[in-house]
Structure formats: structure tokens, C-alpha cells
């Protein structure tokens, strides 16, 4: 019996270009949504990484109309000014491509390492591209905002 392979989903699936990602993203899609876990800390090698896995999945849900994408943070959201930059130009990216999600709420609660410090930093790569982004708490209120953002019209 062949091997079924299962479609990538993970960052640590990628191939490392030369050093180990530090940190893991998840994607989990349900219809619209692009559920997503980021457990920190992040490192540059992480969003090389993470470029790979999102111009696999992004064009898929872009396919589907107005989409959203739900990041929920554990442990850590610490990053470099590499981790910042890289995700800048990555969402240009993905905006030029017209592939980036239509909204895109973080949901960070208090306790996640750099959840204050960090916040103003994710938002200034979200400005940055243009693109619509919230911070959240809570898993409801974040997916709540996403659902406004698709409905039609």
C-alpha cells in the first residue's frame, strides 16, 4: 500500500535553508478560517519557513473568496527585529499577490511571554501591509471580528 502523504502544515516540516527555525507555527484550515497556533520564541530561520508553508496554503484559501486567519500565541511572542522585518515584507508579499487574508486577528492573552511588549510591533508588519489586524484575548472575540470581515456584503 502507497504512503499517503498528508499536506504540509507545520513549519517544522520545512526543510531547513541553513539553521533550525526557532519556534513552530500550525495551520489548521476550517472553510474560511486558517486557524493557527505560534508557540515562541521566533527566530529569522522561523519566517523563511513560515513563507514556504503560507505560499502553500494562502492560495487555496484565497480560492475560497474572503478569508480570515485566527493566530492563537502560546509560551512566547518574542522575536528579533529579523522575525519583524521578514514578516513585513512576507505580508507585501502576500498582499501584492492578492493572496493575503482578508482579516487577521492575534489572540494573545496576558500571560504569553511579550504579549505587551510585542503587540505594537506584530501591528506595525500588519500596517506596514496594508492589511486588516486586530489583537485579542480571547478565541471568541478574535474569531467574532474575523466573522464580520466575511460576511457578504
Known amino acids: 500500500m502507497a504512503k499517503i502523504e498528508k499536506p504540509l502544515s507545520s513549519t517544522d516540516q520545512i526543510a531547513p535553508t541553513k539553521f533550525r527555525p526557532h519556534g513552530k507555527v500550525v495551520y489548521d484550515p476550517q472553510g474560511r478560517m486558517l486557524v493557527t497556533t505560534a508557540t515562541g520564541p521566533f527566530n529569522g530561520e522561523l519566517v523563511t519557513a513560515l513563507r514556504e508553508l503560507a505560499l502553500l496554503h494562502f492560495p487555496n484559501m484565497a480560492l475560497l473568496g474572503p478569508w480570515g486567519q485566527c493566530v ?58 496594508k492589511l486588516s489586524f486586530a489583537v485579542f484575548e480571547k478565541g471568541d472575540d478574535a474569531t467574532a471580528w474575523i466573522a464580520s470581515y466575511l460576511q457578504p456584503q
Open 72 to 129: 492563537y500565541f502560546q509560551e512566547s511572542t518574542m522575536g528579533g527585529p529579523e522575525v519583524f522585518s521578514g514578516l513585513t515584507d512576507l505580508l507585501i508579499e502576500l498582499s501584492q499577490l492578492n493572496i493575503a487574508p482578508t482579516a487577521t486577528a492575534f489572540v494573545l492573552p496576558p500571560e504569553v511571554e511579550g504579549a505587551a511588549l510585542m503587540t505594537p510591533l506584530w501591528e506595525n508588519c500588519y500596517r506596514a501591509a
